[in-house]
């Protein structure tokens, strides 16, 4: 057996203990097991020890005293049974293996844990949290800049000529810029999706390959399309309401200060708060569709009971990593604009050595730091997934167990 197959059956095992979908098992009753939501009545809260427990013999992570119930393990079957999990074996005790056995400490995270754990999480599997993201987001720049090459070039438009001719544009560089666009619309899709699976298994300790991983989108790509066209559709209805005061002024052609400022206001006061309200909603739902196989309006629905309580802690949390991770990404396209000023220099005489310069250069900084933002900030959603699980459904209890029965293989 090679390396490979070892780990593959390693990690359908851990998902057989654990109950949760093995990237790429090919039914969805499979896919619906742990990281689904729990049938029956709704856990006690569970109690959350600030450090691991002290070794009992004979007591499995989590448990309690003979016959008694631990806190968040009844209301863990399959979705709709009532019944819970069987009854968890009595083995080794408690070990810093099952309490922190990736990534993560098996406990809710703090919020020093969101800004630096995303870092972990792309080292340890960086070839699905960054391999992926990168590999789609070369392919759809590959195409932009290939559509943005032929607009120049189209000669019914004559940009390079002396004085530009507009006398049209052809059929084949409109159809490649459909293409491009297309492509930039699923590479968004595919790169900020398939990073859930990625850090998922990181938190049990486990490295997964870009096959696997894809396994777990593809089965629900439908609801995470649909997704992603509803905040979409959201995001521009936002948009209209917050500048329908300037395009109303500008219809009656009389833009004033008064609709300028009305718009201004609007922009703030509803345009950005419910951005952040539609990316934090949409960033949680896209990974329950991915890990729990559930559709985007059981996505929706789950998000509404399991973000109660810390809605306002997330959206600190999305505010404060979205800004860092963004003026990191701003830095790295600046230095490429920079970049691509100073080649240009070789040859500034050439309009095509110019645009060939600008063009990669500047696509290679772009393309850095859009991956990077993908990576972290997909971390960063997955990991908060995670959290609001382990504090409503004491769903660290569930990945100790699992990584006991690892340990004990």
Do not use: C
């Amino acid at each position: 057996m090679t390396n490979d197959d070892r780990r593959d059956t390693e990690a359908s095992a851990d998902a057989a203990a654990l109950h949760w979908p093995s990237p790429g098992t090919p039914a969805d009753a499979e896919a619906a097991q742990e990281w689904s939501a729990p049938g029956g009545a709704p856990p006690a809260p569970p109690v959350h020890p600030a450090s691991p427990p002290a070794p009992v013999a004979g007591a499995a992570p989590g448990s309690t005293s003979p016959g008694s119930t631990s806190p968040g393990t009844a209301a863990y079957g399959a979705p709709g049974t009532g019944r819970g999990p069987a009854p968890h074996p009595m083995g080794a005790a408690p070990s810093f293996r099952s309490w922190q056995p990736g990534i993560i400490p098996l406990r809710p995270l703090s919020f020093g844990d969101f800004l630096t754990v995303p870092f972990k999480a792309m080292r340890f599997n960086r070839t699905v949290i960054l391999g992926a993201p990168l590999l789609f987001t070369l392919v759809s720049t590959i195409l932009m800049l290939v559509a943005l090459w032929m607009v120049f070039t189209d000669p019914q438009l004559g940009l390079l000529n002396t004085t530009p001719t507009f006398s049209g544009i052809s059929s084949r560089t409109i159809a490649m810029i459909v293409v491009s666009v297309l492509m930039m619309l699923l590479a968004d899709v595919f790169s900020s999706s398939i990073i859930a699976p990625g850090v998922a298994r990181a938190v049990l300790g486990e490295r997964i390959g870009i096959p696997l991983a894809w396994r777990q989108v593809r089965r629900r790509l439908g609801s995470l399309l649909l997704l992603y066209v509803a905040s979409s559709a959201a995001y521009t209805v936002l948009l209209l309401v917050a500048f329908s005061p300037l395009l109303v002024s500008l219809a009656a052609g009389d833009p004033s200060g008064v609709a300028i400022a009305l718009t201004v206001v609007l922009f703030l006061l509803v345009m950005i708060p419910a951005g952040f309200v539609l990316t934090l909603g949409q960033g949680i739902a896209r990974s329950m569709i991915v890990l729990e196989g559930i559709s985007m309006v059981a996505a929706l629905k789950r998000l509404t009971r399991l973000i109660r309580g810390r809605f306002w802690w997330s959206i600190l949390i999305l505010f404060v990593t979205a800004i860092l991770i963004n003026i990191v990404s701003s830095v790295l396209q600046y230095a490429g604009q920079f970049g691509a000023i100073l080649v240009s220099l070789v040859a500034p005489e050439n309009m095509v050595v110019l645009m060939v310069a600008f063009f990669v250069v500047y696509g290679l900084s772009y393309v850095i730091s859009l991956v990077l933002v993908y990576s972290y900030l997909g971390s960063m959603f997955a990991l908060l997934y995670i959290d609001l699980r382990m504090r409503h459904e004491g769903f660290d209890l569930d990945l100790a167990r699992a990584a006991e029965e690892r340990a004990r293989r």
